[in-house]
């Protein structure tokens, strides 16, 4: 494991406001990817206490965000085109009087 990247991963929980017991003992007892991935997740998710959303996310080992998973894949496939609806069709000519543009267009009234 690397000094700088174990460095990067203590700065990044201790801006967050992880005290500095809490950031040795889970670097010690939790993998730097497991960490990693919940540093990454966290603007994802509703925290109003970050610090200790992340400090549990990392002892939980919280599942990825939908809206993070989302957006990895629409970022790894190309957009798909959007399909917009025309409407009806325009009329070339306005419909006879007796049909109003219903049924049958012959004669009426003759029973």
């Known amino acids: ?3 700088e990247r174990a460095t990067r991963i203590a700065y990044r929980l201790m801006e967050l406001g992880v005290s500095h017991a809490m950031v040795e003992h889970l670097m010690c007892h939790y993998a730097y ?3 990693e991935h919940q540093l990454d997740c966290l603007p994802y998710r509703k925290a109003r206490r970050p610090e200790a959303m992340i400090v549990q996310a990392i002892r939980k080992n919280f599942s990825t965000p939908n809206v993070h ?4 894949t ?5 957009a798909d085109p959007v399909l917009v609806d025309p409407g009806p069709e325009p009329r070339d000519r306005p419909a006879h009087a007796d049909t109003e543009g219903h049924g049958d267009s012959g004669p009426s009234g003759t029973d």
């Not at 998973?69 to 990895?72: I, L, Q, T």
């Not at 629409?74 to 190309?78: G, L, T, W």
């Open 33 to 35: 990817d497991a960490i």
């Open 69 to 72: 998973y989302h957006a990895k």
């Open 74 to 78: 629409q970022a790894a496939r190309p």
């Open 1 to 3: 494991m690397s000094v």
